[in-house]
């Protein structure tokens, strides 16, 4: 496995791929790795293995983004634990990470072009951390550009996230196919994160309660509860059981474009020859202590 910090390298890298290696893949994180991330690793191998009878690559990149962080948000004191993912990554069988430095991906500080996503990109956790996505929107434009991967794998559980990308691939024209991997959950519900090492004894266990009100909702789901309003307002119930817990958003939106369903509700609701059942993000964010952490469901026509 190779472990490069400098773009010049990488690209290197890169290339010697292209004359070996059918396709490559790659999986953005900002390292802490958890079981969610191995788990888009995992799909990434499987994906390139896959692809043809020459086994594809599999990049990682580690890089704990500061454009994305607020001014008063955790960019400081998030978890960096790099020696450990590495070992972990190489035992995924994984062919090459890109480590780089702030300086090395921000030279002179900052940068001063922002890649921009538009409205979808200032909605949900964009509306609660104004400039987030411009920041996750650059990077991620940067890595597509450094390592010109095939395919780019993302988890579900940064949903908004995976909307801006989504925006931001069909709108530069980036021949990337964007993989959107399953929510991978510990034992009790708790939907993996890196920040969830932040949390106490007594904070997890509120934080338990975004779990519940998910499965809730799902379940009134399954029974044929379709009203927007309605499913906010089961969850609004489970979430008040816990009240140190303190609630950012609950909201039932348009995957693709993050806009409330009842906004959109003939595109939502009206089945589309060809088009393949409807879906509702139904998401939530909350703070537990001073950790924000974020969590949803999709819940698709005909479930």
């Known amino acids: ?3 490069l910090t400098t773009i010049a390298a990488t690209r290197a890298a890169r290339q010697r791929l292209r004359e070996t290696r059918t396709t490559v893949s790659l999986v953005p ?3 802490a790795l958890h079981e969610g991330h191995l788990s888009l690793v995992r799909a990434a191998r499987a994906a390139s293995d896959a692809s043809a009878s020459q086994p594809g690559a599999v990049a990682v990149s580690i890089f704990v983004n500061p454009a994305q962080f607020g001014p008063h948000e955790d960019y400081a004191r998030y978890p960096r634990t790099f020696e450990t993912d590495c070992a972990l990554l190489e035992a ?3 062919d090459l ?3 780089p430095s702030a300086a090395e991906m921000y030279p002179g500080g900052a940068s001063t072009t922002r890649v921009h996503a538009g409205a979808v990109s200032e909605r949900l956790d964009g509306a609660s951390r104004p400039g987030h996505f411009d920041g996750v929107a650059t990077v991620v434009a940067k890595l597509f550009h450094i390592l010109e991967p095939h395919r780019a794998f993302f988890g579900q559980k940064d949903a908004a996230q995976v909307a801006v990308l989504r925006a931001i691939v069909r709108d530069l024209n980036f021949p990337v196919e964007l993989v959107v991997c399953p929510i991978v959950r510990e034992p009790d519900g708790l939907a993996m994160s890196s920040r969830n090492r932040y949390l106490s004894p007594a904070e997890r266990e509120q934080a338990l309660a975004i ?3 998910l499965r809730t909702v799902e379940a009134l789901h399954a029974h044929g509860e379709t009203s927007p309003s309605l499913l906010i307002e089961a ?4 979430l008040a059981g816990e009240p140190q817990l303190r609630i950012d958003y609950i909201a039932a939106v348009d995957p693709h474009t993050l806009l409330p369903v009842a906004a959109v509700a003939k595109v ?3 089945a589309v020859v060809g088009e393949g059942p409807k879906e509702t ?13 974020i969590d949803n469901v999709i819940l698709k026509a005909g479930s």
């Open 1 to 3: 496995m190779q472990i």
């Open 29 to 31: 994180t900002m390292g």
């Open 92 to 94: 995924e069988g994984v």
């Open 211 to 213: 779990s519940r009100a």
């Open 281 to 293: 993000l139904f998401a939530v964010a909350a703070y537990s202590g001073k950790t924000r952490l």
């Open 235 to 238: 969850a609004q119930r489970i």
């Open 97 to 99: 990470v890109f480590a």
């Open 268 to 270: 939502a609701t009206v």
